[in-house]
């Protein structure tokens, strides 16, 4: 008489009806968009405006966007876009600024975008 050896438990039983685990919805990288307001016309040649542009990208809900900008002031502003952006939504900032600027746009605390803007020379604005 030999036994046959137990059946191992390590192994889950498969429900053949079951639904395939489902990925947690991703977020991609917003889309930016900067757009210089040339009607600004300060006193200071070398004060400039940007609208920049922000549209959450991916399934995620309640994406996490910031915009900083940090001139030659040496100042870094912020603005978090009013809080959680869910995809497809677009948010804009206005963003004033003195001398060259660098625009970082962060996400889920990741920096995904960064442009750096001189001055035009002679420090006018383009007509």
Known sequence: D??????PDDEEPVE?????????????DPLVDIVENTDYRPDDPRTR????????????????????????????L???LGGSVQPGDSRTVGVRVQGTVTIE????????????????EGGEAPE
């Open 2 to 7: 030999e036994e046959e050896p137990p059946e």
């Open 16 to 28: 053949e009806d079951a639904e395939p685990t489902e990925e947690p919805p991703q977020a991609a």
């Open 49 to 76: 405006e940007f609208t920049v542009r922000v549209v959450a990208m991916g399934e995620a809900p309640d994406q996490q966007i910031e915009v900083r900008w940090r001139d030659e002031t040496g100042a870094t």
């Open 78 to 80: 912020r603005d978090d």
């Open 105 to 120: 746009v962060h996400h889920m605390d990741r920096m995904v975008f960064e442009q750096t803007i001189q001055v035009p």
